[in-house]
């Protein structure tokens, strides 16, 4: 094998290869013959054996097999279902990575898409955002798959870039308590009359009462016997979790039973804020992380009193509330009017509605003219905080680089470097604005998922 290993190939799929960098998904990235190669599970400065998975006139992709010589910064993943091995789990890509070094790695990531995406360096580094690396995650999606053939039932992620669900018996990154109800849920699963149509199990974590509250979301894709209700409901007085339904869209998940809280609570105690949610709305996944995230986008937008502040994408109000006990008056935008109706109550909830005003419109056909109007009807807008899903904001980035009434102070929260990237080359190489910081917050630990903010200044 060893002059085979010399030669690059061992075998018609296995090969051997010296591995350069990382690339966006946490991947190896290698050379042979002329192509690029992207190996799971490679590290940079390893010499590694791949499977070859996928071969491409430009590029091939594969998984590690074996590592000849390890990185310093390798590590034995702690969940033994984040493997190199066939199958594993695909919730985490980067435990064999340590922790100080993921995060570098993401930094690099956003960096070089700042760079090569938008032409833009920031004058700043910021200090990364981070929280705890385990038990984390208060929101997560376990598929769920009836698997008739081996007489079972499995709870989890799916496999990594496969369609199969894991079989995993423990999760390192959602709470002790959701982790050990893994198996429990497979046998409830078996018991239950719609165990071929119950496709997924939702998690949510929140506050009821003060006290932290674990809810459980069933996708059923039939009605519920009274026998499925009794199980369920068994199940979760067990457990100590809320059992919730959900037949149809996100609107329609509703508890089990109607004696049961129908909202979860994210606190931001810097700011005296409660921020109520439903179990599927959309909520930042790492609550601690959130918090120290809230706080520095408000320290370094810096409201004062005299200030109108515009919140575009706002969801529920996770930025808007704590804008609005600093601000003059907080503007939330937000495409989902469902969303909007809940911020408003979240709003008077808090003491906040004479303070906040919320809109519902689509904020990816934003122009200049809506733009106008806005200023006319409340004022000289004078900071604005995006948070965007992955698609990014360029409609809103377009306005900011041609608006002559431009805000002075613009901080960009977002999910996907590139987009942010693109956005700041807009708005620095054609309107003129300074990127006078960036960084990254570590939200999702042990995953290549990038999340980060920017400053961005403009001359008054």
Same mark, same amino acid.
């Given at each position: 094998?060893?002059?085979?290993?010399?030669?690059?190939?061992?075998?018609?799929?296995?090969?051997?290869?010296?591995?350069?960098?990382?690339?966006?998904?946490?991947?190896?990235?290698?050379?042979?013959?002329?192509?690029?190669?992207?190996?799971?599970?490679? $590290?940079?400065?390893?010499?590694?054996?791949?499977?070859?998975?996928?071969?491409? +006139?430009?590029?091939?992709?594969?998984?590690?097999?074996?590592?000849?010589?390890?990185?310093?910064?390798?590590?034995?993943?702690?969940?033994?279902?984040?493997?190199?091995?066939?199958?594993?789990?695909?919730?985490?890509?980067?435990?064999?990575?340590?922790?100080? +070094?993921?995060?570098?790695?993401?930094?690099?990531?956003?960096?070089?898409?700042?760079?090569?995406?938008?032409?833009?360096?920031?004058?700043?580094?910021?200090?990364?955002?981070?929280?705890?690396?385990?038990?984390?995650?208060?929101?997560?999606?376990?598929?769920?798959?009836?698997?008739?053939?081996?007489?079972?039932?499995?709870?989890?992620?799916?496999?990594?870039?496969?369609?199969?669900?894991?079989?995993?018996?423990?999760?390192?990154?959602?709470?002790?308590?959701?982790?050990?109800?893994?198996?429990?849920?497979?046998?409830?699963?078996?018991?239950?009359? $719609?165990?071929?149509?119950?496709?997924?199990?939702?998690?949510?974590?929140?506050?009821?009462?003060?006290?932290?509250?674990?809810?459980?979301?069933?996708?059923?894709?039939?009605?519920? %016997?009274?026998?499925?209700?009794?199980?369920?409901?068994?199940?979760?007085?067990?457990?100590?979790?809320?059992?919730?339904?959900?037949?149809?869209?996100?609107?329609?998940?509703?508890?089990?039973?109607?004696?049961?809280?129908?909202? $979860?609570?994210?606190?931001?105690?810097?700011?005296?804020? %409660?921020?109520?949610?439903?179990? %599927?709305?959309?909520?930042?996944?790492?609550?601690?992380?959130?918090?120290?995230?809230?706080?520095?986008?408000?320290?370094?937008?810096?409201?004062?009193?005299?200030?109108?502040?515009?919140?575009?994408?706002?969801?529920?109000?996770?930025?808007?509330?704590?804008?609005?006990?600093?601000?003059?008056?907080?503007?939330?935008?937000?495409?989902?009017?469902?969303?909007?109706?809940?911020?408003?109550?979240? +709003?008077?909830?808090?003491?906040?509605?004479?303070?906040?005003?919320?809109?519902?419109?689509?904020?990816?056909?934003?122009?200049?003219?809506?733009?106008?109007?806005?200023?006319?009807?409340?004022?000289?807008?004078?900071?604005?905080?995006?948070?965007?899903?992955?698609?990014?904001?360029?409609?809103?980035?377009?306005?900011?680089?041609?608006?002559?009434?431009?805000?002075?102070?613009?901080?960009?929260?977002?999910? *996907?470097?590139?987009?942010?990237?693109?956005?700041?080359?807009?708005?620095?190489?054609?309107?003129?604005?300074?990127?006078?910081?960036?960084?990254?917050? *570590?939200?999702?630990?042990?995953?290549?998922?990038?999340?980060?903010?920017?400053?961005?200044?403009?001359?008054?």
């Amino acid at each position: 094998m060893a002059g085979d290993v010399a030669r690059g190939r061992l075998s018609s799929e296995l090969f051997t290869a010296a591995v350069e960098s990382l690339d966006q998904e946490g991947r190896g990235v290698a050379h042979r013959e002329g192509k690029a190669v992207f190996i799971e599970g490679a $590290l940079p400065g390893e010499t590694v054996v791949y499977e070859r998975r996928r071969d491409k +006139a430009k590029y091939e992709s594969g998984r590690v097999i074996d590592i000849a010589r390890p990185s310093a910064v390798r590590v034995t993943p702690r969940c033994p279902h984040a493997g190199l091995h066939f199958g594993a789990c695909g919730g985490c890509s980067m435990q064999h990575i340590e922790s100080r +070094a993921q995060v570098a790695f993401k930094q690099r990531v956003l960096e070089d898409a700042l760079w090569h995406v938008g032409r833009v360096r920031p004058q700043t580094i910021l200090r990364p955002i981070e929280g705890p690396a385990w038990r984390y995650r208060h929101r997560a999606r376990f598929a769920v798959r009836y698997v008739e053939k081996k007489g079972g039932v499995l709870v989890g992620f799916h496999e990594r870039a496969r369609s199969y669900v894991a079989d995993i018996r423990q999760c390192e990154v959602v709470p002790k308590n959701v982790s050990d109800l893994l198996l429990p849920l497979r046998e409830l699963v078996w018991k239950l009359s $719609l165990r071929e149509r119950l496709p997924q199990i939702e998690l949510a974590v929140g506050a009821v009462a003060g006290a932290t509250t674990t809810v459980l979301v069933f996708r059923v894709l039939q009605p519920v %016997t009274d026998e499925d209700r009794v199980l369920l409901r068994e199940f979760g007085r067990a457990h100590a979790v809320q059992i919730w339904l959900q037949a149809a869209g996100p609107e329609s998940a509703a508890p089990l039973d109607d004696d049961q809280p129908r909202r $979860l609570a994210l606190d931001l105690p810097e700011f005296g804020v %409660t921020v109520p949610f439903s179990p %599927t709305d959309f909520t930042q996944v790492n609550h601690q992380v959130n918090q120290v995230l809230v706080s520095r986008a408000v320290r370094l937008l810096a409201p004062t009193g005299s200030d109108i502040v515009a919140d575009f994408y706002c969801g529920l109000g996770n930025f808007t509330l704590p804008l609005a006990t600093r601000a003059r008056r907080v503007l939330g935008f937000e495409g989902s009017a469902p969303l909007v109706r809940r911020a408003c109550s979240a +709003a008077a909830d808090n003491g906040l509605s004479d303070r906040t005003t919320f809109e519902a419109r689509n904020l990816y056909e934003f122009t200049l003219a809506d733009w106008q109007a806005l200023v006319e009807r409340h004022g000289a807008i004078d900071k604005v905080l995006i948070d965007p899903p992955r698609d990014g904001a360029l409609a809103i980035a377009h306005v900011l680089a041609l608006s002559i009434s431009a805000p002075s102070k613009v901080i960009y929260v977002s999910c *996907n470097p590139a987009t942010l990237a693109r956005d700041c080359g807009l708005m620095v190489n054609q309107g003129g604005w300074t990127l006078r910081a960036a960084g990254v917050i *570590n939200m999702f630990p042990h995953t290549s998922h990038v999340e980060s903010m920017a400053l961005l200044e403009r001359a008054t």
